[in-house]
């Protein structure tokens, strides 16, 4: 079965950084693989995205600021998030995403940026 677990999130202060992670197992054939984050009584919104082939689409708001990267031989993707900001408070989840479209999520983790 598919595994997908994040880590990483945590309490930073305005201007800090934090790196996530996202380890998956088992079998999936994937067209892309992605960080989404939903803050209180806002939409899921995507964040950061790296494709099967390596291209890379980020957000406006975090184009600058946040990196996404994977290593394939540890089935792993990461966010690097520096520079953060309030705005940039939310419960992060991992996705993965098949060719077929259907979407495997992570449980999220809890990143908040407050002083």
């Known amino acids: 079965q598919v595994q997908i677990v994040e880590s990483g999130g945590g309490l930073v202060q305005p201007g800090g950084s934090l790196r996530l992670s996202c380890a998956r197992s088992?079998?999936?054939?994937?067209?892309?693989m992605g960080w989404y984050r939903q803050a209180p009584g806002k939409q899921r919104e995507l964040v950061a995205r790296?494709?099967?082939?390596?291209?890379?689409d980020y957000a406006d708001s975090v184009k600058g600021r946040f990196t996404i990267s994977r290593d394939n031989a540890k089935n792993t993707v990461y966010l690097q998030m520096n520079s953060l900001k309030p705005e940039d408070t939310a419960v992060y989840y991992c996705?993965?995403?098949?060719?077929?479209?259907?979407?495997?999520w992570g449980q999220g983790t809890q990143v908040t940026v407050s002083s």
């Open positions: 088992g079998v999936i054939f994937m067209s892309a």
């Open positions: 790296i494709t099967s082939g390596g291209s890379t």
């Open positions: 996705n993965v995403r098949n060719y077929q479209g259907l979407d495997y």
